[in-house]
């Protein structure tokens, strides 16, 4: 796996949605690239600290503002 395999799968690696193998590779992958485990990093911590943010907390037009942007992002 390169780097930019494991970006385009990080995100199912994080909802555990990987098969067994495609995740063995993802994990050989960052356990020897110092890049890509900052961004595996990095996508936890954004994962973790909006998880805890309440919807109702976000000010209603920049909640408007996050859901255009990413609308239409793959």
């Given at each position: 796996?390169?780097?930019?395999?494991l970006v385009e799968l990080v995100t199912?690696?994080?909802?555990?949605?990987l098969d067994l193998d495609t995740r063995?590779?993802?994990?050989?992958?960052?356990?020897?690239?110092?890049?890509?485990?900052?961004?595996?990093?990095?996508?936890?911590?954004?994962?973790?600290?909006?998880?805890?943010v309440r919807g109702d907390e976000l000010?209603?037009?920049?909640?408007?503002?996050?859901?255009?942007?990413?609308?239409?992002?793959?």
């Amino acid at each position: 796996m390169n780097c930019n395999e494991l970006v385009e799968l990080v995100t199912a690696y994080l909802d555990g949605a990987l098969d067994l193998d495609t995740r063995a590779r993802f994990d050989v992958h960052v356990a020897g690239c110092d890049g890509c485990e900052h961004y595996l990093q990095q996508l936890r911590t954004t994962v973790d600290t909006l998880g805890q943010v309440r919807g109702d907390e976000l000010d209603p037009a920049f909640r408007d503002r996050l859901l255009t942007a990413f609308r239409d992002w793959r």
